[in-house]
């Protein structure tokens, strides 16, 4: 069973950028659609952005993102490394969260909810500051 560990988090200013990293073990990344959640104060967890699985039909990946995270968020993956990445540029103190990876079900009902993913990180805490 693949397994997922966040890296990254930490302090930053508002206006600043910072990286996550989602890196997988027991099994390749590429095989499945990973997404990012956070999870703030007092708040449920929700999509940010995912990625999905290679195909061997397209170079191609396709990518999904909150509406609050477009034009700020890149998600990306590097298949060498077995990582997923998070590029969070113009933070906000709203991004203040704790940023978890997980794996998309084969089967579910949207890519979008917390249901549908079942192998999870242990989160990786991001501050920002006003």
């Known amino acids: 069973q693949v397994l997922l560990k966040e890296s990254g988090g930490g302090l930053v200013q508002a206006g600043g950028s910072l990286r996550l990293s989602c890196a997988a073990s027991?099994?390749?990344?590429?095989?499945?659609?990973i997404g990012w959640f956070h999870q703030g104060p007092g708040k449920g967890r929700e999509f940010v952005a995912g990625?999905?699985?290679?195909?061997?039909?397209?170079?191609?990946?396709?990518?999904d993102y909150a509406d609050s995270a477009k034009g700020r968020f890149t998600i990306s993956r590097d298949d060498a490394k077995n990582t997923v990445y998070l590029q969070m540029d113009n933070r906000k103190p709203e991004d203040t969260a704790v940023y978890y990876c997980a794996v998309l079900r084969p089967r579910h009902s949207s890519r979008f909810v917390v249901d549908s993913y079942d192998i999870w990180g242990q989160g990786t805490q991001v501050t920002v500051s006003s």
């Open positions: 027991g099994g390749a990344v590429s095989n499945y659609y």
């Open positions: 990625i999905d699985s290679s195909s061997p039909y397209t170079d191609y990946t396709d990518s």
